[in-house]
């Protein structure tokens, strides 16, 4: 089992920043990889960013160029840098790990003012 705990949501002004961490607990060893996606209200989940063990990052194309994953060489750490926010940036943003089956955090509420 890995449990997942996010932190580090909150409200911001549109062109803003956060940073949003991701720990992860228990089997950390079967990590593949880990990753965020978001839900806005009314909508479906959907991905943001993965990163692999290996340092290999995927990035959906509304976010390359703002938003940055990196994971530290423990494997139990993960973050989401995010830079100039925009207002449909606003969701709840969930932290993923991949391993034999897809685990979850509770997710974080980013708000991002206009």
């Known amino acids: 089992q890995v449990q997942l705990v996010e932190s580090g949501g909150g409200l911001v002004q549109a062109g803003g920043s956060l940073r949003l961490p991701c720990a992860a607990s228990g089997s950390i060893f079967t990590i593949n990889a880990m990753g965020w996606y978001r839900q806005a209200p009314g909508k479906q989940r959907e991905l943001v960013a993965t990163?692999?063990?290996?340092?290999?990052?995927n990035y959906a194309d509304s976010v390359k160029g703002r938003f940055t994953i990196s994971r530290d060489g423990a494997k139990n750490r993960m973050s989401l840098q995010m830079n100039s926010l925009k207002p449909e940036d606003t969701s709840v943003y969930y932290c993923?790990?991949?391993?034999?089956?897809?685990?979850w955090g509770k997710g974080t509420l980013v708000t991002v003012s206009s």
């Open positions: 990163i692999t063990s290996s340092g290999s990052t």
């Open positions: 993923n790990a991949r391993a034999i089956k897809d685990y």
